[in-house]
């Protein structure tokens, strides 16, 4: 529907976005969004129930702050909001200080995600855990799915001898405040976020996501959508009948070398289950995480807090 691209401070207010095939509003290595009062939806009295094949809004490589707010979603395929960057595999170090890297998922490719004074970070995708920061020089496009990167200082050689290992661009990572949307009518997710800045997700209200409500989760073997959070407040939410694991924080870390995510906040929403067997939390590999004054409404009304 819309593809936002090496751009800066952008608002979208009060917009209607009615049908779009495949992927809705794409934003990619763009600083500084604003999505107020957007309305992902079919028009009214249309008869329609679908308004996108895919994702709704999907920011890939962001920075600065991406702030959606009073935004009305239903009737997607996919989710309505998904936050993340790219994991580059390393393919080989082409000299001491440069690195071949190629882009994993065949969905994901060809668009230039390193620039000159870029801070990055290598990962072990087994622990998804990093291993050595470095600071870009310059990078260049060797084809659509690969780019070479020389870094400022040498890559020692231990730290890419012992199986493959992935980059994140940490300097493009958005700070997101997500308040007062609405999302309803979605077979998927509400919420996908990985981003290491600080986050809030607050006044919303999700009624009947399929799968949950806003997942915190961190790949670089599938999607290869990165990375860990680092500081995020989900509060005063309403979720009325969403999945089993409502809030799901779900790092595909395969070996368990230290927490993937840290500094997670969830207080003061609402859980309304759908079943006696829905769990409003579910949780792997964090520290920190602080679970305050939460309410639990069961299907036969019986109220509970749920706070550790």
């Known amino acids: 529907g819309m593809f936002i691209y090496e751009s800066q401070d952008v608002t979208l207010e009060n917009v209607g976005m009615h049908y779009m095939h495949g992927l809705g509003i794409v934003s990619q290595y763009t600083r500084n969004i604003t999505m107020r009062n957007v309305t992902c939806a079919p028009r009214e009295g249309s008869g329609r129930i679908l308004a996108s094949s895919a994702d709704f809004m999907h920011f890939s490589g962001c920075s600065?702050?991406?702030?959606?707010?009073?935004?009305?979603?239903?009737?997607?395929?996919?989710?309505?909001i998904n936050?993340?960057?790219?994991?580059?595999?390393?393919?080989?170090?082409?000299?001491?200080?440069?690195?071949?890297?190629?882009?994993?998922?065949?969905?994901?490719?060809?668009?230039?995600?390193?620039?000159?004074?870029?801070?990055?970070?290598?990962?072990?995708?087994?622990?998804?855990?990093?291993?050595?920061?470095?600071?870009?020089?310059?990078?260049?496009?060797?084809?659509?799915?690969?780019?070479?990167?020389?870094?400022?200082k040498p890559v020692p050689a231990n730290l890419l001898k012992n199986g493959t290992r992935v980059v994140e661009n940490i300097t493009w990572t958005p700070r997101v405040h997500i308040a007062r949307c609405h999302f309803s009518r979605?077979?998927?997710r509400g919420i996908l976020i990985t981003t290491r800045q600080p986050s809030v997700i607050e006044d919303n209200y999700f009624y009947g996501m399929q799968m949950s409500a806003i997942l915190v989760a961190d790949d670089a073997r599938s999607w290869?959508?990165?990375?860990?959070?680092?500081?995020?407040?989900?509060?005063?939410?309403?979720?009325?009948?969403?999945?089993?694991?409502?809030?799901?924080?779900?790092?595909?870390?395969?070996?368990?070398?230290?927490?993937?995510?840290?500094n997670i906040t969830i207080e003061n929403n609402v859980f309304t289950l759908r079943s006696q067997d829905d769990k409003p939390l579910v949780y792997d590999s964090v520290d920190n995480l602080k679970v305050k004054n939460n309410i639990v409404i069961s299907p036969n009304g019986e109220t509970t807090k749920l706070s550790y």
């Open 64 to 80: 600065g702050k991406i702030s959606i707010l009073g935004c009305r979603y239903a009737g997607a395929q996919d989710d309505p």
């Open 224 to 262: 290869f959508e990165s990375g860990p959070v680092h500081n995020l407040i989900i509060r005063n939410n309403t979720f009325n009948r969403c999945a089993s694991s409502t809030i799901w924080i779900n790092p595909e870390n395969r070996k368990k070398a230290g927490a993937v995510h840290r």
């Open 83 to 152: 936050v993340h960057g790219t994991h580059l595999q390393i393919v080989r170090a082409t000299s001491a200080n440069k690195l071949l890297l190629r882009y994993m998922h065949h969905q994901t490719y060809g668009f230039q995600s390193f620039h000159s004074g870029d801070d990055i970070e290598i990962v072990n995708p087994e622990t998804l855990l990093a291993e050595g920061t470095f600071k870009v020089k310059s990078a260049k496009m060797v084809s659509p799915r690969e780019i070479e990167i020389t870094l400022t």
């Open 186 to 188: 979605i077979p998927t």
